[in-house]
């Protein structure tokens, strides 16, 4: 079943039936943020990585543009 399918028959699910549905995508997303909170706090050296933070830090921020991408 495709996302758009899932979408379209979620206005068919009782109010119970919705929240059990909106519960479990919290939990998968939960699951996918633990996966990527055990990554991001590896101890594994990333030499690379570290180079481009220091470097975007030293260029400093500015809001999205969607007219630059």
């Known amino acids: 079943m495709s ?8 206005p068919k699910l009782s ?16 699951v996918d943020d633990d996966r990527w909170e055990e990554i991001i706090n590896e101890p594994t050296p990333r030499p690379k990585l ?4 220091e470097k975007a830090r030293a ?11």
């Open 50 to 53: 570290h180079v481009f933070m």
């Open 3 to 10: 996302a758009a399918e899932i979408i379209e028959e979620l």
């Open 15 to 30: 109010d119970a039936e919705r929240q059990a549905v909106l519960d479990k995508l919290r939990e998968l997303a939960q």
């Open 59 to 69: 260029e400093g921020s500015e809001p999205l543009d969607l007219d630059k991408l």
